[in-house]
């Protein structure tokens, strides 16, 4: 489906859901699953996110990150902390608590069946 701006009938799909570029709902389960190796910081996390969706083409929203990080602390799903930084100001550190290592594993679940689901329809898609 094209965005409220493309012209009907436009081959410009750039804006368009079907490009793939723009995935945000797949960011708490990124966050989730850095955080399950180590704690890290909100810069750290959105580094590592860019890194894991480089393919995309589609950097992360640092700012979204971090509102969604508030989000997902204020759920349970994460902690915080500030720590000392050996340059500048004190950085907020998150871990992931045993709520959200239920979360990310309903999250593998979840997606685990679209996988599947869009398998399904590739299927049918390619002759």
């Known amino acids: 489906m094209h965005r409220k701006s493309a012209k009907k009938g436009s081959d410009d799909f750039t804006a368009c859901?079907?490009?793939?570029?723009?995935?945000?709902?797949?960011?708490?389960?990124?966050?989730?699953?850095?955080?399950?190796?180590?704690?890290?910081?909100?810069?750290?996390?959105?580094?590592?996110?860019?890194?894991?969706?480089?393919?995309?083409?589609?950097?992360?929203?640092?700012?979204?990150i971090y509102r969604l990080l508030r989000g997902m602390e204020k759920r349970g799903l994460l902690t915080s902390k500030l720590t000392e930084s050996e340059s500048g100001p004190a950085r907020r550190e998150y871990a992931l608590t045993e709520c959200g290592q239920k979360c990310l594993e309903r999250w593998v679940r979840s997606l685990t069946r679209y996988r599947d689901t869009i398998e399904a329809v590739l299927k049918i898609c390619r002759p």
């Open 17 to 64: 859901a079907c490009s793939g570029v723009n995935l945000p709902k797949l960011v708490q389960p990124s966050i989730l699953s850095a955080l399950l190796k180590e704690p890290m910081h909100g810069y750290a996390l959105a580094q590592e996110i860019a890194r894991a969706s480089a393919p995309l083409n589609a950097p992360p929203d640092h700012s979204g």
